[in-house]
C-alpha cells in the first residue's frame, strides 16, 4: 500500500489545482462551465481546509499524549 504524500506537499498540489481553476474560470463561456468551476473551486477549498484541520487535530493529540505521559510520571513518583 502507498503511503501518502505529506500535508505540505498535498497543499501545494492543491494550491495549484486551484490555479488552474482560476485560469478556467477566466476563460468559461458558459454557465455550465462557470457552474463546473464554481464546484471544482469548492471542492479543493474543502480538500486544503481537511489537510488543516487534520494538522491540528494531530496537534492537539501530541499535546494530549504529552500531558498523560506528565500525569502518568506523577503517579509513579507519588507511589
Do not use: C, W, Y
Not at 479543493?44 to 488543516?52: A, C, D, K, R, Y
Amino acid at each position: 500500500m502507498n503511503k501518502h504524500a505529506p500535508a505540505d506537499e498535498m497543499r501545494k498540489e492543491l494550491d495549484n489545482m486551484l490555479s488552474k481553476i482560476n485560469a478556467m474560470e477566466i476563460i468559461a463561456s458558459d454557465e455550465f462551465q462557470k457552474g463546473s468551476v464554481k464546484v471544482l473551486r469548492a471542492l479543493v477549498e474543502g480538500q486544503i481546509h481537511s489537510i488543516n484541520e487534520f494538522e491540528h487535530l494531530k496537534k492537539a493529540m501530541d499535546l494530549l499524549t504529552l500531558e498523560l505521559f506528565k500525569v502518568q510520571n506523577k503517579i509513579k513518583s507519588q507511589v
